[in-house]
């Protein structure tokens, strides 16, 4: 069993803009006192989301988190204060908060990276649908604050309604545009959307779905109907987003 602390490393395009890109994962292994930062490989992706971004740059300044924190400075001279590294970082690139969970397997580095930056990576190398789920239980567990509930809901007419997990007041949902046709997930959308607001009196509903292209109609309408009524995220935005609501 291994204790870990993460933080994800976001760019925004400015200090004041809500829209990000996860670019970068950095982990401390507290009961190793192993440090690793991984950071994404397709800046297609970055340049897409920042056409006046100096990618040069940002390839170097990555790199430079990489051996600032793998170096033997963190090894076995002093212990890793990730807390104190992480407040050095603001304005356009910036950590999320710490995330501390403990973990059995050792590839919790490649894992927990390809949850968070999962568009760095090839479809076959992605992790599959139960090993998503499998981290964002651990991930969401991870707060003394969380109170699992059976994922089962009942609906104002006593019928069920299957949610993905239920944590304290939370009812999360994920949706995936893999392998589905787009227009009959217009369909579902339409009958989640139906449900969060049946359930939002009781419920804070969240909505955790792949990255959305915005050249698909289809998929925009999907994104449009779910949020009428929820929250509506990419699912390493959904955790951080989530954790908040349970801390809260």
Known sequence: MYHIEYAALKYYNSPISEECLYI??????????????EYISNFSR???????ADIDFIKLYL?????????????????FDMQSYIKLFANEIRFTEITKINVEDRNYVENITKLYLKYDFTKK????????????????????????????????????INFDY????????????KD????????????????ADELSQKYKIVFLVDAIDES?????????ILKKHATVCPINEGLDHILGLIQN
């Not at 970068?24 to 190793?32: A, P, Q, S």
């Not at 789920?133 to 009942?154: D, G, M, R, T």
């Not at 589905?180 to 449900?195: L, P, R």
């Open 216 to 224: 698909s109609k289809e998929q925009k309408i999907v994104k449009d």
């Open 180 to 195: 589905k046709k787009v227009n009959k997930m217009i369909s579902s959308a339409k009958q989640w959307s139906f449900t």
């Open 166 to 177: 239920v944590v304290n007041n939370i009812g999360i949902k994920l949706f995936s545009f």
């Open 24 to 37: 970068g994962m950095l982990f401390n292994n507290v009961t190793t006192g192993e440090c690793n930062f």
């Open 63 to 79: 790199n430079g988190i990489k051996k600032s924190v793998e170096s033997s400075l963190f090894d076995n001279v002093r212990e």
């Open 46 to 52: 970055f340049q897409a989301f920042d056409d006046e």
């Open 125 to 160: 190398n992605r992790l599959s649908s139960y090993e998503e789920k499998k981290y964002i239980k651990k991930i969401l567990s991870s707060s003394l604050n969380a109170k699992f509930s059976p994922s089962k809901l009942k609906g104002d007419y006593d019928e069920s």
